[in-house]
């Protein structure tokens, strides 16, 4: 099983990005989807995730501003990233758990805001 993140980058306070997680290989059925993030020094915290019923729940940080969605048919994550701000800099990481409670990481992608 193999999760690929992309979207990262360099932007400006205000900014936008927008992460996309493609998860791949012989995965059971996707059950929740997550982005974690962890900036240096710092433990890895959650940010979002979304059930396969497309319930969602965010940090408390990034609420109004982020928003994650998800494509089942291609097993896709997406986290909209809104009015970004210096402190949103971290690696963001995807991560799912199948309905036999397997869990997989990505490889993470940066997200760099400058003030």
């Known amino acids: 099983v193999q999760l690929v993140e992309s979207g990262g980058g360099l932007v400006q306070a205000g900014g936008s990005l927008r992460l996309s997680c493609v998860v791949s290989?012989?995965?059971?059925?996707?059950?929740?989807m997550h982005w974690y993030r962890q900036a240096p020094g710092k433990q890895r915290d959650f940010v979002a995730a979304i059930s396969s019923g497309g319930t969602t729940t965010y940090t408390n940080s990034v609420k109004g501003r982020f928003t994650i969605s998800r494509d089942n048919a291609k097993n896709t994550v997406v986290l909209q990233m809104n009015s970004l701000k210096p402190e949103d800099t971290a690696v963001y990481y995807c991560?799912?758990?199948?309905?036999?409670?397997?869990?997989?990481w990505g490889r993470g992608t940066q997200v760099t805001v400058s003030s």
């Open positions: 991560h799912v758990l199948d309905s036999i409670n397997r869990d997989y």
């Open positions: 290989g012989d995965i059971f059925s996707i059950n929740l």
